[in-house]
């Protein structure tokens, strides 16, 4: 990724609570639990899976750097939505860890050297290797992607 492309996805990564939030505020509590279909996720499940995998994420970047080379923990996001009961955690507190979590990675991402960005470790399962460029790209567009799967969730309990 070249350095005008990278500095955008800072951009957006650091934008996502932002606009996270922004389309929150038009989504009433009564929907935050309706699933769409029983293998889909409902509101308050994508909130609870954003701050574990913003968690993640995180944790994963600074290994690059820190210990390049290494290898990134891999998780299943559907076993952790199962198993981790996220209907029964406090989506407040989610926002929250996923709010500072984020802020503090924008703002580290922002001033990481760019030959940082070419660092990686491995990750499980993969051949390739994971680039924190990858990471990047990836998380800048997490959100984003969620907040559609939150407009499609809403859509969906309008016309039921």
């Known amino acids: 990724m070249n350095t005008e492309k990278r500095l955008q ?9 932002d606009l996270l939030i922004e389309t929150l505020k038009d989504v009433p509590l009564e929907i935050w639990q309706f699933k769409p279909a029983p293998a889909e ?29 290494g290898t990134v923990m891999a998780y299943n996001p559907d076993a952790w939505a199962s198993n981790l009961h996220y209907h ?8 929250q860890l996923l709010r500072l979590t984020r ?8 001033n990481l050297p760019e030959k940082a960005f070419t660092l ?10 994971y680039l924190l460029d990858d990471l990047l ?15 499609n969730n809403v859509e969906v309990w309008k016309n039921k």
Do not use: C, N
């Open 9 to 17: 996805k800072i951009e957006l990564y650091g934008k996502g609570y």
């Open 41 to 69: 996720w409902s509101i308050h499940e994508i909130i609870i899976h954003l701050a574990d995998s913003e968690a993640i994420a995180a944790q994963q970047a600074r290994l690059m750097v820190a210990e390049p080379g």
């Open 88 to 95: 029964e955690q406090d989506a407040e507190e989610a926002l």
């Open 103 to 110: 802020a503090f990675t924008y703002r580290w991402f922002k």
């Open 120 to 129: 990686s470790a491995a990750y499980p399962g993969d051949e390739e290797l």
């Open 137 to 151: 790209r990836i998380y800048a567009g997490h959100i984003p992607s969620h907040i559609e799967q939150i407009k």
